[in-house]
């Protein structure tokens, strides 16, 4: 299987730049393992996957709507994301779950797939003592009973921190998850960068990574992907 390096430019970068850092990266080849898929602004999304017809870049959304369709003002909906070209969407991110929580993330994960769209579900803890009972809890409630996702680990103290899990811990957590959900591939999101990238993507259980930090220059985030 391939290796999916994921990147979530949150709300991090202007059109200008996300423009131009899609532009760098649609000009370059990646090692045939390797499956990019960017997560840019929604507001950017139809003009990258214009602009990315023809590579073998895919992109997703940051997040949808729990709901169908209808009268919910200023909510995305996942047939809409599809509908342009999305692939998949990330859900649960530890930035947003201060204001949503896993019966939200898994309604708006079947919406995802009843779309078409390929659930990327985030999961992790902050206390590396409790790792294996709040994973277990968010991936009970999280994620649907049926259909295809992926799990991204990213415990909370390793994002944006610069200093990632340890080996050892993201091989722990990432084979806990399997066990639970042994069909759906798992990936490591929390400073990954061009120095931890490669190790982390040799671990027998991780099927990829997501990248924060290290996605908004395209020196870096070629860097990871040349490290498969
Ligand atoms: P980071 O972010 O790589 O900047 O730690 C990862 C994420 O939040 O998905």
């Known amino acids: 299987m391939k290796k999916l390096i994921c990147a979530n430019w949150k709300m991090s970068l202007s059109r200008e730049e996300s423009l131009h850092l899609t532009s760098t990266l649609g000009s370059e080849s990646f090692p045939s393992k390797a499956q990019v898929i960017l997560h840019p602004s929604f507001l950017f999304l139809t003009e990258i996957v214009e602009m990315l017809k023809g590579t073998k870049i895919a992109i997703g959304a940051q997040d949808c709507s729990a709901f169908d369709k209808g009268a919910y003002t200023g909510?995305?909906?996942?047939?809409?994301?599809?509908?342009?070209?999305?692939?998949?969407?990330?859900?649960?991110?530890?930035?947003?779950?201060?204001?949503?929580?896993?019966?939200?993330?898994?309604?708006?994960?079947?919406?995802?797939?009843?779309?078409?769209?390929?659930?990327?579900?985030?999961?992790?803890?902050?206390?590396?003592?409790?790792?294996?009972?709040?994973?277990?809890?968010?991936?009970?409630?999280?994620?649907?009973k049926t259909g295809n996702?992926?799990?991204?680990?990213?415990?909370?103290y390793a994002i944006g921190s610069g200093q990632s899990a340890s080996l050892s811990e993201i091989h722990e957590a990432a084979s806990l998850i399997k066990?639970?959900?042994?069909?759906?591939?798992?990936?490591?999101?929390?400073?990954?960068?061009?120095?931890?990238?490669?190790e982390i993507l040799s671990l027998d259980s991780i099927d990829g990574v997501l990248v924060g930090g290290a996605s908004l220059k395209a020196e870096s985030f070629l860097k990871i992907i040349q490290s498969i």
């Not at 996702?149 to 415990?155: G, K, R, T, V």
């Not at 999101?189 to 061009?194: K, L, R, W």
């Open 75 to 144: 909510q995305i909906r996942a047939k809409n994301l599809a509908e342009i070209g999305c692939v998949t969407v990330i859900l649960g991110h530890s930035e947003r779950r201060s204001f949503e929580t896993n019966i939200d993330i898994q309604e708006k994960a079947k919406q995802a797939q009843k779309a078409g769209l390929l659930p990327i579900i985030c999961v992790g803890e902050n206390d590396p003592k409790q790792r294996a009972k709040i994973l277990t809890q968010q991936i009970q409630e999280c994620c649907p």
């Open 149 to 156: 996702f992926i799990l991204a680990y990213e415990p909370l």
């Open 179 to 198: 066990s639970l959900q042994p069909s759906s591939p798992v990936i490591y999101g929390g400073s990954v960068s061009p120095s931890n990238a490669g």
